[in-house]
């Protein structure tokens, strides 16, 4: 059974930063996926973040987030992490870590997601 939990969220004030981490468990070929980030803010449908391919070297982002989020995998700990900066208001959310896979440069996400971890941006 393919398990992915998130922990990492919190409050923060703008311009702030957080880390975002997904383990993953159940899963005996980490590193034959690629993984992704999702958000969901209050009232809106849930959106792409940002995404790493299986290798790790091609990784994509929103525009929203370019050159302030950063995604990476450890392959040896199973895990995602999203690290965060410059956070501002827009960017409350629940974030979810899910794995998916890259058909040329487009992330597409399979069925398994985490449960999800708040991040509230706020002074």
């Known amino acids: 059974q393919v398990q992915l939990v998130e922990s990492g969220g919190g409050l923060v004030q703008p311009g702030g930063s957080l880390t975002l981490s997904c383990s993953v468990s159940?899963?005996?070929?980490?590193?034959?996926?690629?993984w992704g980030w999702y958000r969901q803010a209050p009232g809106k449908e849930r959106e792409f973040v940002a995404a790493?391919?299986?290798?790790?070297?091609?990784?994509v982002a929103t525009n929203s987030v370019k050159g302030r989020f950063t995604i990476s995998r450890d392959v040896a700990k199973k895990m995602v992490v999203l690290q965060m900066k410059s956070l501002k208001p827009e960017d409350t959310a629940v974030y979810y870590c899910?794995?998916?896979?890259?058909?040329?440069?487009?992330?597409?996400?399979?069925?398994?997601w985490g449960s999800g971890t708040l991040v509230t941006v706020s002074s």
């Open positions: 899910n794995r998916g896979q890259f058909r040329s440069i487009t992330y597409y996400p399979d069925d398994y």
């Open positions: 159940g899963l005996s070929f980490f590193s034959a996926y690629a």
């Open positions: 790493v391919s299986d290798n790790g070297d091609y990784k």
